[in-house]
């Protein structure tokens, strides 16, 4: 058995998003093994979404969007 304790942050949505909720709120959990991040985001209108990404994906998810708001 391994006990491990997982770094995360949280944040408020409504900082980031016009639309947001003051009840709507961010949270980014590091995996144990350090190689990716689960992304939550809860709304209280209940349509909640999770995401899992290896650093490597989300690197190039940053590149890429980046990459379309400078060229447009």
Known sequence: MERNERKSINDSLKKYTYSGDDSDFIEITEWTNGEGIDISISLVNGNDKNYSL???????????????????
């Not at 290896?54 to 447009?72: F, M, Q, T, V, W």
């Open 54 to 72: 290896s650093y490597d994906e989300l690197e190039a998810i940053n590149y890429l969007s980046k990459s379309l708001i400078y060229y447009n």
